[in-house]
């Protein structure tokens, strides 16, 4: 069996997802004064260094079996080095509904601290407050994934305070 449409398939919805939420809201974030998501990140982290994790996650439209339409999930996320330390790193994507979450957002933020716990390595989390979304079944089950993972490392002793650089908390705004 030929698996390259798949394959195929697979890198168009990476080159999707690097669209962000199009090239009018990201000019309208530039014209803000604001860098996107993905050159924040490259900013921080050592060149080259950034691996994303999960840029196949989001919702993708088709017409009669072929890829028409994807909308990444709003959350990038990756390991990566700064300073020449490896770190896990994640944000909210502005250009994609606002940042608002939605249930992929959340199970890609707990995959986030599950990750960075279990390669023992640090989290840094760029926050910015939104106005927030409604909360669906899927994100309150992310949620509740979360709060538990929390009580866990806070009973291994690997719960660390969180140092913040804005007055957003680190569950939004």
Known sequence: MNW????????????????MGGKEKVAKHHAQGRLTVRERIEALFDTGTFHEIGALAGTAEYNEGQLTEFRPAN???????????????????????????????????VYSEQLANSLQIPIVRLVDGTGGGGLTVE???????????CRTLRHRGDYRPQRHTSPALRMGA
């Open 75 to 109: 959350f990038v996320f990756g390991t990566g080095r700064i300073d020449g330390r490896k770190v896990v790193v994640g944000r909210d994507d502005f250009t994609v509904r606002g940042g608002a979450a939605d249930a992929a957002v959340m199970g890609k933020q």
């Open 139 to 149: 994100g309150a089950e992310a949620m509740i994934r979360l709060v538990d993972l």
């Open 4 to 19: 390259q449409p798949e394959i195929d398939e697979l890198h168009q919805r990476e080159r999707l997802a690097h669209h």
